[in-house]
């Protein structure tokens, strides 16, 4: 006979626990008539269990003891909202070997090691859900594991950190150097005290991971995703990118291409008709290309408490579901393939490029020389003269290049005596 | 044990029949992977089987005797893509009977006699899936029954027509009015002969109904659903109103407040910084907002063979994992409420007015009197001199106001004298 009540044990109370209780609080009618079965949270363990919480809670949920929650025979679903690698990993680890299914929004346990989580959960027949990882209330992982599934997937490339996203608006909309709109955006709660993680695009690069695994049905290792972040660019960048038809966005960018795999994030000139383009403030959004289905995009909140407890709502909603129908695990890694991320000195892209040098005669002429050399053929160039002194800055736009080509090719132009400076150089994706 | 070969027998093989097939047998080895079990193709019943098809086909697969899908007990999965509600309908329900799980692409009949049909699938517990039976390959249907099913859902828009979306960014970005933009999209096959049932808004009533009733998990006909189409808009409203920072859309629109549904298909004035505003030529988007997911968009392809063959591969392949795990019906019919569809009268909103008057001392003052004696306060008024004779083009705003009392304005406003026309009315969403 189907179970009459799924309980659920959660780990962690911060701001995702509090967004994914008070979902599952408020629309707790809503949710039960569409599993079919009462859901009970049962037990919630926290490292402080004295703590105010923002969210109303019943008395016996909260404890300080995590085993409350590994060792109670009656929780059916744990759902992981500690975050990082350690200890969230173990209790997982335990959570599974006693039989119950996982919801988690760790990205950075996913990515690292949720290949052998999801093994694990797949042999004993778990569920294993984590939609909150990637893109808070964004339900991506579900499109690609089931609306998308048909379909081979040739691209996904994401605007999946916030926090940049916002600095990048700041600076486009008002002329903010970089500087300046991250201290906004830590002002404002967007950005962290250390800023490492957003800014330098590792977090990017942990949902890039897990979005290009399930797209391209390989495992892809953080470790293998070259990340490169925000703090270079320039407010004049971003102008110049604008006058040339470009928003300048963080991308995480996933493709696959002749079975080979590319996994990237950095910043990225994108034309403005991209639908990514428009994409501003904390707002996240994922772009698709499948074969079947041409060009999708997903787009909202990539972050916060109720946008994030939304998925994890949901997750746990789906797997109550399956234990209702006792068909967990049916959908489980879809790693099947074993493909190889390409090195970044073999992409080919196009590339924006800034330089300061001498306003002298045949500059142009000798630079463009440099890139004729490497096989860089150049789309356009703008020369913009400096107000103060004989220095012009150049502005260059390449058609397609091998990166290690245009790499090299900037190392002997940066030496050139009418060179001043290589002052920024940044891919352009289409 | 769980079935090693899991066969589909199609209805129909038009546009969306041979999306089907071509991403069936395109992806058949990825899809295969993830269902865990081989999927065949054993029957397509077709109404002209000598005809030539745009897909690869194999032998014995064609027939046109529609009984050998109906009686074949091989058969697990029945594809209706036929389309309309005659004899759509009666070989669904006959498939129901004999067992078979369904998937179809049908807006008009799910829309029309949907509820009827889910019913008796989840009584017989076999599946019913229908994503592409609105936006094409966009995953919405699944998006709001699994992946924001944890949501309160307070809206859902959709521009769901992209014949319509067509002619409206045409009649924009060229100034095209509408018969001339009309007459294109029916030379680039956009647009049928008879365009009536995309031009009027039928078509997105049938989507905003089914969406409707998935958002708000009550049952929402159709013919309470008031639709409106895009004829009457010129491009001088448009030209007005993005002076005034609105792009002119036909939107599908779902609200859910204080119990009761508003569903209603209408051109619209959208301001420019809204995500839906920017969806332009044939693409699809549909913008929802949940209680904590807050706004989240969909985006892409709304008809064509591949992405609605996109959407209906991607039901065959969910059903499929069903019958493996034996949890066909997991996902059924969630329309548990029974909420009424409020009368357009009683809508509130802002309204974008435009009419040709005398230009003659006063007439501001007079016609605002009226709107001030029905209720209705006004946000702005541009008056535009007309250059031949004494007329001006009068353009307003309202705050929000009753939907009655701006018609019962109008109507005394059009019979005053020194009014020579009221040109068009335009609710403004926001």
Known sequence: MAKEVIRVGILGLGTVGSGTVQTLQENKKDIEQKIGARLEIKKIAVAHPDKKRPVPLEPGWITGDVNEVMDDPEIDIVAELI????????????????????????????????????????????????????????????????????????RVVGIVNGTTNYILTQMAQEGKDFAEALAE???????????????????????????????????????DIHAEGIARITAGDIRYARELGYAIKLLAIGRQENGSIQARVHPALLPF????????DVFNAVFVRGSSVGEVMFFGRGAGA??????????????????????A???????????????????????????????KPKVLA??????GEFGVSVESVVQKAVPTGESAEIVWVTHQALEKNVREALEVIARLP?????????????
Chains 1, 2 share one sequence.
């Not at 690698?85 to 335990?94: G, L, Q």
């Not at 800023?195 to 390989?218: H, Q, W």
């Not at 946008?307 to 789906?318: K, M, N, Q, R």
């Open 83 to 154: 975050g990082g690698v350690e200890p969230a990993r173990s209790y997982i680890d335990r959570a599974l070997d006693s039989g119950k299914h996982i919801v988690t929004a760790n990205k950075e346990l996913l990515a690292k090691g949720g290949h052998e989580l999801l093994t694990k959960a797949a042999t004993h027949r778990l569920d294993f859900y984590f939609e909150g990882s990637v893109a808070g209330g964004i339900p991506i992982v579900q499109a690609m594991k089931i609306g998308l599934a048909a379909n081979h997937i040739e």
């Open 329 to 359: 695990g049916r959908i489980a890694c879809t790693c099947f393939e074993n493909k190889s991320v390409i090195p970044m000195d073999t992409i080919e892209t196009k590339y924006y490029i800034r330089m300061k040098v001498s306003d």
């Open 366 to 371: 000798t630079i463009a020389g440099v890139f």
């Open 185 to 223: 955006a830590q002002a404002k709660g967007y950005a962290e005290a250390d800023p490492t993680n957003d800014v330098e695009g590792y977090d990017a690069a942990y949902k890039i991971a897990i979005l290009a695994s399930i797209a391209f049905m390989s495992r892809v290792d953080p470790e």
């Open 418 to 430: 009418v060179v001043a400076e290589v002052s920024n150089w940044i891919r352009v994706e289409e």
């Open 273 to 280: 008709a991209h639908p990514l383009a428009s994409v501003n």
């Open 306 to 327: 109720l946008p994030t407890g939304s998925a994890v709502a949901a997750d746990i909603l789906e797997v109550a579901r399956n234990i209702r129908f006792g068909s």
